[in-house]
Nanobody
């Protein structure tokens, strides 16, 4: 099974940018669709973006036009480029191997001045 490992979270001011990375362990990365989800305190985990094995993408309406999901199969990595961040984007961001029970441990994103 491909188990995700996230990195790249941190503190950023409103309007700033961050790039999250997800480098799953295991084999077979290129055949899996991957997704980014987030969970803010007191809220349910929600979908942010997904990318299929052939690169088709899907975004939550709240991030469309600001976030970009991409993948580099040669590097076994999925990225989430987050631009024009807003305070409501603050959450723990999780990488997920779609179609499996594999989730990463999460990385904290804080958006504050």
């Amino acid at each position: 099974q491909v188990r995700p490992v996230e990195s790249g979270g941190g503190l950023v001011q409103p309007g700033g940018s961050l790039r999250l990375s997800c480098t799953p362990s295991g084999t077979g990365f290129s055949i899996y669709a991957m997704g980014w989800y987030r969970q803010a305190p007191g809220k349910q985990r929600e979908l942010v973006a997904t990318i299929s094995d052939n690169g088709d993408t899907n975004y939550a309406g709240s991030v469309k036009g600001r976030f970009t999901i991409s993948r580099d199969n040669a590097k076994h990595t999925v990225y989430l480029q987050m631009d024009n961040l807003k305070p409501e984007d603050a959450a723990v961001y999780y990488c997920h191997t779609l179609g499996t029970s594999a989730w990463g441990q999460g990385t904290q994103v804080t958006v504050s001045s």
